[in-house]
T-cell receptor, first 112, second 111 residues
Framework: NAGVTQTPKFRILKIGQSMTLQCTQD?????MYWYRQDPGMGLKLIYY???????DKGEVPNGYNVSRSTTEDFPLRLELAAPSQTSVYFC???????????FGPGTRLTVL | TQLLEQSPQFLSIQEGENLTVYCNSS?????LQWYRQEPGEGPVLLVT?????EVKKLKRLTFQFGDARKDSSLHITAAQTGDTGLYLC???????????FGSGTRLLVRP
């Protein structure tokens, strides 16, 4: 099992550009999450999903969108990138709502 | 609003020393998880505690869940350089689909 995979590992965007961060898990988990982690800080929840077709906002959803068309994939879309979105983005999945979360390796995004 | 406060925010100690980090809240949680994150990687689960007063040991690491299930502590005995990392606590609630993560304690163990 690969677990949770994320692409790309690194990306530099110009202000106003858009991009999609990819996340795939092969553990058949229903619950998936997107977090951002600013330097020296903890994790802030952006969006989460409790199953295919069902998504909901987390703590910091502004400037982001998600979709969940399959159990495996949970892409995060950034529209009109801003410097405030410079961060490391982690995708995670879990079997249950308060079960162990398995994290991907992260995507380091810089917006200039 | 930060529901889970971790202290200290940063800790630098010599190899062989003992340390305790804390995770506190005014809210009750049904479970409390501790994760460790190494530089350039995602967090990895260390332990889950679910019962008030519960103590779990993982080699040199001892985790305790407060009696009222509002706080938790992580004690490391004889710290090693391999313990260096960011320690995150995360609380779960029966009524929620997500975990609440604390702000983290960054530990540096010097050789």
């Amino acid at each position: 099992n690969a677990g949770v995979t994320q692409t790309p590992k690194f990306r530099i965007l110009k202000i106003g550009q858009s991009m999609t961060l990819q996340c795939t898990q092969d553990m058949n988990h229903n619950y998936m999450y997107w977090y951002r982690q600013d330097p020296g800080m903890g994790l802030k929840l952006i969006y989460y999903s409790v199953g295919a077709g069902i998504t909901d906002k987390g703590e910091v959803p502004n400037g982001y969108n998600v979709s969940r068309s399959t159990t495996e994939d949970f892409p995060l879309r950034l529209e009109l990138a801003a410097p405030s979105q410079t961060s490391v983005y982690f995708c995670a999945s879990s079997r249950g709502p308060d079960g162990e979360q398995f994290f991907g390796p992260g995507t380091r995004l810089t917006v200039l | 609003t930060q529901l889970l406060e971790q202290s200290p925010q940063f800790l630098s100690i010599q190899e062989g020393e003992n340390l305790t980090v804390y995770c506190n809240s005014s809210s009750v949680f049904s479970s409390l998880q501790w994760y460790r994150q190494e530089p350039g990687e995602g967090p990895v689960l260390l332990v889950t505690v679910v019962t008030g007063g519960e103590v779990k040991k993982l080699k040199r690491l001892t985790f305790q869940f407060g009696d009222a299930r509002k706080d938790s502590s992580l004690h490391i005995t004889a710290a090693q350089t391999g313990d260096t990392g960011l320690y995150l606590c995360a609380g779960g609630r029966d009524s929620s689909y997500k975990l609440i993560f604390g702000s983290g304690t960054r530990l540096l163990v010097r050789p």
